[in-house]
């Protein structure tokens, strides 16, 4: 069974600062990686992807991968109270369209 | 920025009636899926859907459920009779191409079933 594992949080960083989130992934065969946000009662909002090892950055936000490890992260810079939300870790494995996605992480941003 | 639309937002229907919830996928997209999250809960993938047949499904989609793009724009999800435990998010997505390519999610449908 394809598992993806993140803690559920919340997460309570103040304002401007750095927000780590992690994902932790069960198949090795997984090709890419995706950050959803997902306000209350809405829906998934594609915020980055990567398949690569490394870093991939795009504003505020950075992901983060290494597959050796089975890992990735998402870093938002400068948060906001307007970042505050769930934030749903989703894999793809290889020769596959089902997305897998994790329980995700609450994040509260306090002014 | 072209998005995935979904109607209706709310839908309420008595257990054992069959729903049908719609999707407008985005136009140059090929590729076309439902997922649904019962309240509190992980998103589910249901179904994927290309060149006018499913490329995949879960275990959740059973009999009770078939998916149709009836004409150039609209992607259906039928559930034909409808149990409490289907109450859920439904969730459409659509993608340029397999693989590497993200998915993009509509609003949603809120489907109660009572």
């Known amino acids: 069974q394809k598992e993806v594992e993140q803690n559920s949080g919340p997460l309570s960083v103040p304002e401007g600062a750095i927000a780590s989130l992690n994902c932790t992934y069960s198949?090795?065969?997984?090709?890419?990686f995706f950050w959803y946000r997902q306000y209350s009662g809405k829906s998934p909002e594609l915020i980055m992807f990567?398949?690569?090892?490394g870093d991939k950055e795009d504003g505020r936000f950075t992901a983060q991968l290494n597959k050796a490890s089975q890992y990735v992260s998402l870093l938002i810079r400068d948060s906001q109270p307007s970042d505050s939300a769930t934030y749903l870790c989703?894999?793809?494995?290889?020769?596959?369209?089902?997305?897998?996605f994790g329980t995700g992480t609450r994040l509260q941003v306090f002014p | 920025e072209p998005e995935v639309t979904q109607t209706p937002s709310h839908q309420v229907t008595q257990m054992g009636q069959e729903v049908i919830l719609r999707c407008v996928p985005i136009?140059?997209?090929?590729?076309f899926y439902w997922y649904r999250q019962i309240l509190g809960q992980k998103v589910e993938f249901l179904v994927s859907?290309?060149?006018?047949?499913?490329?995949?499904k879960s275990e959740i989609f059973d009999d009770q459920f078939s998916v149709e793009r009836p004409d150039g724009s609209n992607f259906t999800l039928k559930i034909r009779s409808t149990k409490l435990e289907d109450s859920a998010m439904y969730f459409c997505?659509?993608?340029?191409?397999?693989?590497?390519?993200?998915?993009?999610f509509g609003d949603g449908t809120r489907l109660s079933i009572l």
């Open positions: 136009s140059n997209h090929l590729y």
């Open positions: 198949d090795r065969g997984s090709q890419s």
């Open positions: 989703a894999v793809l494995s290889y020769n596959t369209d089902k997305l897998i």
């Open positions: 859907f290309y060149n006018n047949e499913i490329s995949e």
């Open positions: 997505a659509s993608n340029r191409g397999q693989g590497t390519q993200p998915q993009h």
């Open positions: 990567i398949y690569s090892n």
